[in-house]
Each structure stands twice: as C-alpha cells, then as structure tokens.
C-alpha cells in the first residue's frame, strides 16, 4: 500500500504557483520523499526528491516539514502543460528490495487558463 | 540523448495468447523496472532487471516473466493472456540500481485483450 496521501484533485489558475500537499506520517528516517508526474497517456516523469532539506530544481521546489509527516510540492508559475496527475511516493534511497516505486493514487492538477 | 524506448507502442491480442513486450533503456542505463497501469489499480509494480538479473517482483501471477539481456535491453512476457491484462505497460530505466536520481519512464504499450 501506498504510504503517502494526497489530495484527489486540485485546480491552480495559469501563471500562478500550484502547491500540491502530501501527507507521509509514516515516514522512515532513511526513506526519501519523491515526486513525480504523469500528463496523460505519457510514462511518469521524476520532478524531484529530497530527505530533511528543502530542494529546488528547474521544475519545482519541494518543501519537507521539520518532523517530515508532509511536504508540499511547488510549481511557481503553473502553464497549461502542467496538467498532469502528480504522484508523491516515499522510498528508502537504497539498492536492494525497496527498489520498486509505490504509486498511490496522486493527485490531479488543472491548470485553468 | 534518446530516451526510453518501448515497442510496439499498441497491441491487440486474444485470451489464451501470449505477448513480448520490448524495452529499450537509455544508453548506458543498466536497469529496467516495468510497471502495469490500469485504471482499477493504477501504478503497480511487476519487476527490476539489474545486469541481466531480476532483482525485484511485484505481486503478479508466474504468468508475468521477463529478461535482461547483456545490452541492457529488456523484453517483458505475459503468457495465457486474461481480459484483465488490458493495460499500459510502463518501462522505466536508470543508471544504477534503486535510482537515486529518479527513472526515466517510456511512454509505454498499451495492451488490449479481446
């Protein structure tokens, strides 16, 4: 099962910042919070992850809270194309039977123009 | 820099049939992990190849097989296909074992069985 919870569906308006939440209140201390996205009929795409810290990327930022239950993945400036369902999935950052990325069911962004 | 390859792209078979699945992972990735999606059970995870070894299985039926080959290249078999095996079929490639960077997805197979 899924350790992670998220909302079913969100709507941001264009050229704002979309913040997608995440609850992971079960959350190990050497598994790591991933985000990734899947617009449709496409694979997964990997956004980004990280453990304690907060994490920037060209995609989006990822803020972790200090006890680690959540996290919030931000898209600053949402365009039409970030339509997509976004999947939070938490996972140890080790080689070996944890290998495998547990999908829950993520959460849908509209972009509306 | 090419990405991940999947073939074919659509596919329609019978029950009782058997279909491969073909996965062609970024140059120079050694592993591939396949995913089914379906709409009753979204995202879920079939098996890991790591230098032509399965490393990984997810709960699905001995039906569901694959291999590795020494170019790193992958092939997935369903055997006996059911109705419930209509699904994309997702192939995920990455450098190393247990990415620590993320995989890079296919765009996947999408399976119809009639």
């Known amino acids: 099962d899924a350790k992670t919870t998220q909302p079913t569906s969100m709507d941001c308006a264009e050229g704002r910042a979309a913040n997608l939440p995440c609850n992971h209140s079960?959350?190990?201390?050497?598994?790591?919070v991933y985000w990734y996205r899947q617009i449709h009929s496409q694979g997964p795409q990997y956004i980004i992850h990280g453990l304690k810290n907060n994490e920037t990327n060209e995609m989006a930022s990822l803020i972790i809270t200090e006890d680690r239950k959540s996290s919030t993945l931000i898209l600053p400036h949402a365009t039409l194309r970030d339509t997509a369902v976004y999947y939070c999935i938490v996972r140890a950052d080790y080689g070996g039977a944890t290998n495998k990325l547990i999908f829950g069911t993520g959460t849908l962004l509209a972009v509306q123009p | 820099k090419a990405g991940v390859t999947q073939t074919p792209r659509y596919l329609i078979k019978t029950r009782g049939q058997q279909v491969t699945l073909s996965c062609s992972p970024i140059?120079?990735?050694?592993?591939v992990s396949w995913y089914q999606q379906t709409p009753g059970q979204g995202l879920q995870f079939l098996f890991e190849?790591?230098?032509?070894?399965?490393?990984n299985k997810g709960n699905f039926p001995g039906r569901f097989s694959g291999r590795q080959f020494s170019n790193s290249r992958s092939e997935m078999n369903v055997s006996t296909l059911e109705l419930g095996d209509s699904a994309l079929y997702l192939c995920a490639s990455s450098l190393l074992q247990g990415a620590s960077d993320g995989y890079t997805f296919g765009s996947g197979t999408r399976l119809t069985v009639v």
């Open positions: 079960t959350i190990s201390g050497n598994e790591y």
């Open positions: 190849y790591f230098s032509e070894t399965q490393r």
């Open positions: 140059s120079g990735h050694r592993s």
